[in-house]
């Protein structure tokens, strides 16, 4: 099992890599978050946004699996069926979902939203998705799986959980009405029915058993990682690689490449330090050549510099034998860019990333050389401007894993291999 996961905040480009990749894989599963990721794919002149649902779903003869660490909106996944239907109905006969996959309540929302709102300035930046509430009563052995919904006993599950969250949310000075979406979230529940529900752990060893190739697909990135992120500013999953198996019952031992991702700058959403973020005409040149706004939720994304420190804590963390960089083109027609390339703390430098990342952290910076190049037709490495691969060379030499894919563009063509 091979492992494709973003060393950033997220926001990467993990989508239309695995979009890429897929052809060589028999199986593409999800093994953690849920729809707070926003996975975006452009091909033949076709734009789609998956939350859910793997990323090799348009792919044909490629399996997708929905897998045990992911948390599901039935709502949510009603609507993104719906869509694939009208583009690729046949394709809907190549997704499972594991049993042992959890449950996004209406009333798990509407926690997520209360909690929010009375954090006032120091809220999180939550996508207002339920996914923090949902893993709550996940770790607090609450919470309803996918299996559940076959069980005779469903109906009291889900009341009895609705109703501890209805207990909960009055300690908030919260208007809400659960009741709108419920009826709307059981008919995505008798949709979910219809999948094939299989105990993903068995399914995806038996496919290993079989030489089948499988692809671990991950959401967020590795510094909105529970355990090693930018703590309190993180996501509720474990976004690293060793997630990968948990949230997926694969072992350690049957994993091969790692692919990290990373964009050829930073940038982040909502709350957060961002060391090398950007508050000139250069953040908003990166913002609007990266058409830097959330897939999800509409966002403004955060832009700056690369932040290498950071990366090299990824690429740690990770064990990542395969970079690959995004967005490549967004730095065309700059005719500077820089790198942080260590951090200045009270005086002193550090390449580590500390304990408190916070907004006391200043970037040591190094500046490149830009490019005019267009590198939209580039389909060779060799045809590159030499900036670009004078960047590149550097951050092989710094981390010292090889760049093997580089994303000069959005649509699945505009990708370049080096072999």
């Known amino acids: 099992m091979d492992i494709l996961l973003g060393l950033q905040w997220g926001d990467e480009g993990k989508g239309k890599i695995v979009d890429v990749l897929s052809p060589d894989y028999d199986l593409i599963a999800r093994f953690q978050g849920g729809p707070n990721a926003g996975h975006s794919l452009e091909f033949e002149d076709f734009k789609h946004v998956l939350h859910s649902i793997p990323s090799g779903i348009f792919r044909d003869n490629t399996i997708n699996l929905i897998g045990n660490g992911v948390v599901l909106d039935p709502l949510i996944f009603m609507d993104e069926i719906d869509k694939i239907e009208e583009i690729k109905p046949d394709a809907l006969k190549r997704l499972f979902i594991s049993k042992k996959a959890h449950l996004i309540l209406p009333t798990h929302k509407l926690l997520d939203a209360a909690s929010e709102a009375a954090k006032g300035i120091t809220k999180i930046g939550s996508t207002l998705k339920g996914i923090g509430p949902t893993y709550m009563d996940k770790t607090g052995r609450n919470g309803l799986r996918v299996g559940d919904i076959l069980e005779d006993n469903f109906l009291e599950k889900y009341d009895f959980l609705k109703n501890k969250h209805l207990q909960m949310l009055k300690q908030y000075d919260f208007d809400f009405n659960y009741l709108e979406d419920e009826e709307d979230w059981f008919e995505g529940i008798e949709l979910m029915k219809k999948f094939k529900l299989v105990d993903g752990e068995y399914y995806i060893n038996d496919a290993l058993n079989d030489n089948k190739k499988v692809l671990a697909e991950g959401a967020q990135g590795t510094l909105l990682d529970i355990e090693f992120g930018s703590y309190p500013f993180v996501t509720s999953s474990n976004t690293v690689s060793s997630g990968a198996n948990i949230g997926l019952g694969v072992a350690p031992n049957r994993v091969g490449k790692i692919y990290g991702i990373f964009k050829s700058y930073c940038t982040r959403v909502g709350s957060g330090p961002f060391p090398t973020e950007l508050f000139d005409q250069n953040g908003k040149y990166l913002q609007t050549k990266g058409h830097e706004f959330g897939a999800t939720t509409g966002r403004e994304r955060r832009c700056g510099w690369m932040d290498l420190p950071a990366l090299k804590y990824a690429i740690m963390l990770n064990g990542v034998t395969d970079l690959i960089m995004t967005k490549a ?32 952290i200043k970037p040591v910076l190094k500046e490149f050389k830009g490019w005019k190049t267009d590198l939209s037709g580039i389909d060779l490495y060799d045809k590159l401007p030499q900036e670009l691969k004078d960047y590149i060379s550097f951050i092989e030499k710094e981390t010292n894993v090889p760049v093997n894919i580089i994303s000069v563009g959005a649509d699945r063509k505009e990708t370049i291999i080096r072999k």
């Open 329 to 360: 083109d967004v730095l065309s027609g700059l005719e500077t860019f820089k790198v942080a390339v260590a951090y200045d703390i009270k005086g002193q430098q550090t390449t580590n990333v500390p304990f408190e990342f916070n907004q006391n």
